[in-house]
């Protein structure tokens, strides 16, 4: 299956206006290391204003010394989530500040309780590639929160992982701590696990933190995601076009600070621009634009052979009903078609509103699906069986034969959660809604799931490192 | 033309998101020696409500509501330097608002401003990244009404709470009313810290700003 909104020509026309606005506007970057190595390699920097402006040939040399796949590995080393090379990953919430614990329940802020709850959870979906922590925990002070939740998170999984860096005091011990499992320096930048994610805030500036953190990741040459959340006619123009080319300019901007801090360190294309409400006054998950948008940054991103990461997949619906399911399953249907490598968060409810089991269940059926929709199907002589249909004839059924015994349970999807029952079985049996079979399904992963553990002596030498954070990095104030 | 007229003429431009009318309309009041006063009220002042109607009754969305802003705004700064007699303007009351220590979204933050200000408020706007001694030290020197902290992020939050603390430890909590925003924001956590209130967006904080200063 394939999807695509853009032409060539209408490729060529975002890459260069991204270009222009980088040369004639630039951007705001508020690290003076980074500034001084932009006006060494010649670009136009003013450093009171902390604005750089990019010419199209620095931009493109910084782009070509990116590096264009990379892998995760998790705990379990053939638990891997690759890059660039035409996978498609799945992960859930890096973190959300609020929690839902049942639907019918009120919203709550995260505990590090909820990071294990959540974690746990997600090793057990099999689609789910990369467990986020998809909480942050409220209780623990900012300066080494997440610290803890990198701890955390790998001792619930033993797949690749993602949860949110702070700044670069605390990524030092985060650095440690992927070290310290992989046994060496060497191990762990052959082996990454997880990576930070350089969020440009539009228009067209950046965080300093964001950038200063990348200093210590790039020991272990650690790969970063660059994901501006552009917001038409909020934060970018009101129109598809102009959002499109400044959230690329944003992106190509943060590919060059990665390659001035050091060269080859791979990168993810985020192409997460979204729209606005103008109503609501809030940022839409999931409206039609975003189904565009996400399939023409797929575009883009893979115009400049990058992997790429989208938001789809998700829902502004606050509980997972037939508004969940639309969005979800047509946006992500979209953005897995038109080819990017990673596609969520998943189990957000609502605009980043809370993190939801519930809604993460429902969307793990959906990528089944979705995953289904994007299959090979086979057109080899034997998948035509013209000589069944012979055999068969007219008036007759295929449901004995060898043919379809060998083949139909390859050729048709199963649903785990899905309603196709016959009218009175499915009353009979409690007529449920999909909304009731989530939660059972929850229901029974937290009770039955356990993840492999982590080796005493690792956990003790990884709880030691939390501590030091702890130690080193509590405030006096 | 009488001053009647032209108030009703400067509420349609408004309403009508006619810039160029506006200040055509603003520049004429000034020209002729109207009272501005009467001008900004019954001419600005109704334009932007009849604004605020349309956007209620879902028939204006937020860029409409925040031009129509936009737009009295430039054109009071235009006619308040020419109010009558040393009268200054009577406003609703005074604000600070800031987004706080350490976070760099300011667009919301600036939103809220902006609908204030189009409401009749007087807003000191000390932009993103404010640390929570400042926000107070100019609330104070400002002897501000309401003091406005918004947060975007699960890390900066935080610093809300420690403006209500250093509030407090100076014993002025009493003095200001604190209100809180941001997308992690919720009432429960204006609770945990202490403030006086939270609205989910812009023409809420209006609201909200007015009922805290029984308006």
């Known amino acids: ?477 | 033309m009488s001053q009647e007229n032209l108030y009703g003429e400067i509420s349609d431009a408004i309403v009508n998101l006619n810039e160029d009318k506006a200040r055509e309309l603003a520049n004429k009041a000034i020209d002729e020696n109207f009272n501005i006063l009467n001008v900004i009220e019954e001419g600005f002042g109704a334009g932007i409500r009849r604004v605020g109607e349309l956007w209620d009754a879902g028939e204006f969305f937020l860029p409409e509501l925040m031009r129509g802003a936009k737009i009295m705004q430039d054109c009071l700064d235009l006619l308040i330097p020419h109010l009558q007699g040393g009268i200054e303007r009577k406003t609703l009351g005074k604000v600070v608002i800031a987004t706080i220590e350490g976070d760099i979204h300011s667009i919301g933050k600036t939103i809220v401003a902006t609908m204030l200000r189009a409401y009749g408020f007087e807003v000191y706007d000390l932009g993103a990244d404010v640390p929570a001694e400042k926000i107070i030290d100019e609330a104070i020197e400002k002897n501000v009404d309401i003091i406005g902290v918004s947060a975007l992020l699960t890390t900066t939050m935080l610093g809300q709470k420690k403006v209500i603390e250093i509030l407090k430890k100076k014993g002025i909590s009493n003095k200001f009313k604190v209100i809180l925003g941001g997308a992690p924001v919720t009432s429960k956590w204006v609770e945990e810290c202490g403030a006086d209130g939270y609205a989910e967006n812009a023409v809420e904080a209006v609201e909200l700003a007015k009922s805290l200063l029984h308006i």
Not at chain 1, 85 to 102: C, E, H, M
Not at chain 1, 138 to 154: D, G
Not at chain 1, 334 to 357: E, K, N, R, Y
């Open chain 1, 1 to 477: 299956m394939i999807a695509k909104v853009l032409t060539e020509q209408q490729i060529n026309k975002i890459h260069q206006t991204s270009l222009e606005i980088l040369e004639r506007i630039g951007v705001i970057i508020p690290h003076d290391e980074i500034l001084s190595r932009f006006a060494e390699r010649g670009a136009n920097v003013d450093m009171k204003d902390k604005r750089v402006r990019i010419s199209d040939d620095l931009v493109m040399e910084l782009l070509s010394k990116a590096g264009k796949n990379f892998t995760f590995y998790g705990r379990n080393l053939s638990k891997k989530a690759e890059f660039g090379v035409g996978k498609r990953n799945y992960n859930t919430s890096g973190g959300q500040a609020l929690w839902i614990d049942n639907i019918d329940n009120k919203r709550r802020y995260s505990s590090l309780n909820d990071v294990t709850t959540a974690v746990k959870f997600a090793d057990a979906l099999e689609k789910i590639t990369i467990p986020g922590a998809m909480a942050d925990p409220h209780e623990l002070p900012v300066e080494w929160r997440c610290v803890a939740v990198a701890f955390e998170t790998i001792k619930n999984t033993t797949k690749p992982i993602i949860f949110w860096f702070h700044d670069r005091a605390s990524a030092k011990f985060i650095v440690d701590i992927i070290i310290a499992l992989r046994g060496d320096e060497k191990k762990a930048q052959k082996l990454p696990m997880f990576h930070p994610l350089l969020e440009p805030v539009s228009p067209l500036s950046f965080p300093f933190n964001g950038i200063d953190l990348l200093f210590e990741t790039a020991r272990l040459n650690m790969p970063v995601s660059i994901g501006p959340m552009a917001q038409m006619g909020l934060s970018a123009p009101a129109t598809i076009a102009g959002t499109l080319a400044q959230e690329n300019a944003e992106i190509l901007a943060g590919i060059c600070i990665t390659q001035l801090i050091r060269e080859g360190i791979p990168v993810c294309y985020g192409g997460i621009c979204h729209a606005f409400d103008m109503k609501t006054t809030q940022l839409i998950f999931s409206g039609p634009e975003q189904a565009i948008f996400s399939v023409a940054m797929t575009q883009m991103g893979k115009y400049y052979n990058l992997p790429v990461y989208i938001n789809v997949g998700l829902t502004d619906s606050k509980r997972p009903d037939a508004q969940a399911g639309l969005e979800c399953g047509l946006t992500l249907a979209l953005g897995t078609a038109a080819g990017a490598d990673i596609f969520g968060h998943m189990g957000i409810c609502g605009v980043d509103q809370a993190s939801s089991l519930d809604f993460l269940v429902m969307q793990s059926e959906i990528i089944s699906y979705v995953e289904s929709i994007n299959r090979e199907v086979t057109f080899e002589e034997e998948a035509f069986a013209i000589d069944i249909i012979e055999k068969v004839g007219p008036k007759g059924s295929f449901l004995d034969k060898q043919h379809t015994v060998e083949h139909f349970r390859n050729e048709l999807w199963f649903p785990t959660l899905l309603d196709r029952e016959y009218y009175d079985t499915w009353n009979n049996k409690g007529a449920s809604s999909m909304e009731k079979r989530c939660r059972k399904r929850k229901e029974e992963i937290l009770a039955t799931h356990k993840p492999e553990l982590l080796a005493d002596d690792v956990t003790k030498e990884l709880e030691e490192i939390v501590k030091k954070a702890q130690r080193n990095l509590t405030s006096s104030a």
